[in-house]
């Protein structure tokens, strides 16, 4: 299906306040199917997501009114952290307050569009809101690379992996705010992000390509 040169999108934080709505219940839906179909890997747990949602930054992306990517950013000073239960967080960073893990990069069709469209999102919106500079994730190694080449994420010397996902190859890498918002934006020409502070959400438009 052709597309037009611009593509009307609206970028997103889910205030905490309205988690458990019918925005953040397709936000998890979005996350189960694309977790699901890409990885195998099935998000079963919902009342732990739900606790760590509370406690996190959750943003999304949608277009002409569909779902098409979420992300979510928790602090370091959250009670819960998936790579520190993991047992992966680096401890110098345990409660630091300009650090966050990166959990559940969920993106629907076009992914590299929509992809970039909210990592620029979060990390112009956290800049300019937060003290967060910094962020640590664990993926695959394709998805590691993807970090390092979109985001100038940098791969730590780690591998380790989790037997009851089978998955044995799992690396973290990291990488600053600024740098992911610096090299999303020549991609992300045209993403206006007028009120960054904005707890609904405020549009935006980003040119069709790779």
């Given at each position: ?34 977790y ?55 401890q ?9 893990e ?41 998805s ?6 979109a ?12 037997s ?47």
């Amino acid at each position: 299906m052709e597309m037009s040169p611009q593509e009307d999108m609206r970028f997103f934080r889910l205030p905490p306040e309205d988690f458990g709505t019918q925005l953040w219940k397709e936000l998890r839906t979005l996350r189960e199917r694309v977790y699901s179909d890409r990885l195998d890997l099935h998000l079963h747990d919902s009342a732990r997501e739900a606790e760590i949602d509370r406690h996190s930054y959750v943003f999304g992306i949608s277009s002409h009114g569909v779902l098409k990517a979420t992300i979510r950013l928790t602090p370091a000073t959250a009670p819960l952290l998936e790579m520190r239960e993991l047992g992966v967080f680096p401890q110098q960073m345990t409660g630091a307050d300009d650090v966050c893990e990166i959990t559940r990069f969920a993106v629907g069709d076009k992914g590299l569009m929509y992809g970039t469209a909210v990592v620029h999102g979060f990390a112009t919106w956290m800049l300019q809101n937060t003290s967060i500079k910094r962020y640590y994730a664990y993926c695959r190694p394709r998805s590691a690379q993807y970090f390092v080449r979109a985001f100038g994420a940098r791969v730590l010397p780690v591998t380790f992996g989790i037997s009851e996902r089978g998955v044995t190859d799992y690396r973290i890498v990291t990488g600053t705010m600024a740098d992911a918002e610096g090299l999303t934006r020549p991609r992300a020409a045209g993403l206006a992000i007028d009120h960054p502070g904005s707890e609904c959400g405020f549009p935006c438009s980003l040119p069709v390509g790779r």
